[in-house]
Each structure stands twice: as structure tokens, then as C-alpha cells.
């Protein structure tokens, strides 16, 4: 089973970036489906963005489109977050997860492996 680690999390001011990053070990993420997902204190764990490693389908959340995007390193089993243009509302825990399973979706109930989460606050 594949083991996640995030980082990159911390505190920026509206309007700056971060790249999040999930590194992989255990197993190569080619046969994977992999997704970021975010909590915020007292509302559920959302789907931000997923992708299929296999033919690079990407979904993006409607609240993140354009500002953020996934990528994935084959050569460093990594993948990306990069975030631009944040917002207060971006503040959340962002875990990364994944699944043995090429889906067509960025729901959090699928993924079976998670990462313990990296905070990311966005304040002035």
C-alpha cells in the first residue's frame, strides 16, 4: 500500500501562492488516481483536485479553477499542488489521497490512502 507525506502548507496573504507536495513511496502512483481534499473547521472534506496518472484526466473544483493546479513528478513519485491567487476561503487542512483504481471522480469516500494533512491558512 502507498504511503503519503505532505508539505508545503503554511500561512500567505490573500492573493499569494503555495505548492503543496505529496510524496509517494511503497509503489509507483502509474496505475493510481490521485486528488487533493480539503477540510476547514466544521464543514466536510471536499474534493480540490484529482487526477488519473494513467492519461492525465484532471477534474478541478469549481471554487479553484484557474487558480490551482495538480501536477505530478513521475521521476520523484510526487504530485503537485500549486496554488495561486489564494483566498481566505482557501484556508483549510489539505490532505492528499489516493486510490489503486482509475476513476472519473474526486470523491473523498473512494480514496482509501491519505496523507496526515498540511495546514494552509490564508490571512492578512
Known amino acids: 500500500q502507498v504511503q503519503l507525506v505532505e508539505s508545503g502548507g503554511g500561512l500567505v496573504q490573500p492573493g499569494g501562492s503555495l505548492r503543496l507536495s505529496c510524496a509517494a513511496s511503497?509503489?509507483?502512483?502509474?496505475?493510481?488516481?490521485v486528488g487533493w481534499f480539503r477540510q476547514a473547521p466544521g464543514k466536510e472534506r471536499e474534493g480540490v483536485s484529482c487526477?488519473?496518472?494513467?492519461?492525465?484526466?484532471?477534474y478541478y473544483a469549481d471554487a479553484v479553477k484557474g487558480r490551482f493546479t495538480i501536477s505530478r513528478d513521475n521521476a520523484k513519485n510526487t504530485v503537485y499542488l500549486q496554488m495561486n491567487s489564494l483566498k481566505p476561503e482557501d484556508t483549510a487542512v489539505y490532505y492528499c489521497?489516493?486510490?489503486?483504481?482509475?476513476?472519473?471522480?474526486?470523491?473523498?469516500?473512494?480514496?482509501?490512502?491519505w496523507g496526515q494533512g498540511t495546514q494552509v491558512t490564508v490571512s492578512s
Open positions: 511503497g509503489d509507483s502512483l502509474d496505475d493510481y488516481t
Open positions: 489521497a489516493t486510490i489503486f483504481a482509475l476513476v472519473g471522480r474526486c470523491y473523498a469516500p473512494d480514496f482509501g490512502s
Open positions: 487526477m488519473r496518472s494513467s492519461d492525465g484526466w484532471r
